[in-house]
């Protein structure tokens, strides 16, 4: 499953009081008891409880305070808001936008749940086994408590079906079949069966999750960099065994917004093994290329022209 969230099972969660909503779900699979994040990752979380009803959803306004000052996101969306509690302190996360489940339009029973897509706080420490929390609150009222285990990285490849790609304008509705991230530059088109790339190929793909940058963002500005951890990409045809392992050309956290661009090139492909066609079978590429941090991978298609 390649999309960024499941919602199974609703959680509540008590840590400083009772708090007025439940977790409905968060992460990318199964909603585990805490949820592991690494600094800067996007997420969705999902509650249960909120007095608000949303027709539409709403995004925030990424701004910025000066020409050369970096994009930030809103702290509050449609009255919603999130605060990452840390050893530090405390510090607010940045809110791509809110939605809800919709409603039958004469009920009056409905409680739809209300997905609040957010940033990790860079100011999440990445070290040891301790515990954050993230609180959600709708105005002054605390929804949820979501307690947060740190962790060096939480790779995910951005995909047409994210519910966390707003931001995106590469994406649209000739890409319905979760398609995945990655451009040529300059022209910025999805590699796809329609638009297939050569080996030796420039590409760059959109991730989350990779962690702090090299130049740490916690406390500080944000100053764009490459992250700390260091990312390996491994190529497989169709999901069979690797055949090439190199690192990225290079990773970049674009600005304070989560955004990662990973640059890579096509390798050569292995000597007398024919590829098989794309999108055949319900394969959108031929050949599969793993990204792997220290903790965590991702992974998606190309569809390669010998």
């Known amino acids: 499953m390649r999309t960024l969230l ?3 099972l609703a959680l509540p969660f008590t840590v400083l009081g009772q708090p007025a909503g439940t977790i409905a779900g968060f992460g990318y699979r199964n909603a585990p008891q805490a949820m592991e994040a690494a600094p800067g990752q996007v997420i969705i979380v999902s509650i249960h409880g909120a007095k608000a009803r949303l027709d539409h959803p709403i995004y925030g306004s990424p701004q910025r305070q000066s020409d050369t000052a ?3 996101l809103s702290t509050s969306v449609a009255g919603f808001s999130a605060d990452l509690i840390h050893p530090q302190g405390r510090t607010p996360a940045g809110i791509y936008g809110v939605s809800q489940t919709p409603c039958p339009i004469r009920s009056v029973t409905c409680a ?4 609040v897509t957010l940033i990790i706080p860079f100011e999440l ?18 929804l949820s408590e979501l307690p947060i285990l740190a962790v060096p990285d939480k790779v995910h490849i951005l995909t047409s079906c994210d519910e966390s790609q707003v931001r995106y304008s590469i ?12 451009i040529r530059p300059p022209s910025g088109a ?10 030796a190929d420039k590409l760059v ?4 999750g990779l962690g702090d940058a090299e130049r740490s963002v916690a406390f500080a500005p944000f100053i764009p960099g490459p992250p700390k951890q260091q990312f390996t990409l491994r190529y497989s045809i169709a999901r069979g065994p690797v055949f090439w392992a190199a690192p990225a050309d290079g990773i970049s956290l674009t600005d304070a917004t989560g955004n990662y661009q990973i640059h890579f090139t096509v390798p050569p492909l292995p000597a007398n ?10 394969v959108n590429g031929n050949v599969t290329v793993t990204v792997y941090g220290s903790h965590s991978s991702d992974s998606f298609e190309l569809c390669v022209k010998p």
């Open 171 to 182: 994406f649209s509705d000739v890409y319905p079949s979760c398609t995945s991230a990655v």
């Open 125 to 142: 420490v990445a070290a040891g086994r301790g515990y954050a929390t993230l609180e959600i609150k709708e105005g002054n009222t605390l």
């Open 70 to 72: 970096p994009f930030l």
């Open 205 to 208: 793909a959109f991730a989350y």
């Open 112 to 115: 739809p749940i209300t997905n």
């Open 273 to 282: 093994t024919p590829l098989p066609a794309c999108g055949a079978q319900g």
């Open 6 to 8: 499941t919602f199974l």
């Open 190 to 199: 999805l590699i796809s069966p329609s638009n297939p790339v050569q080996p």
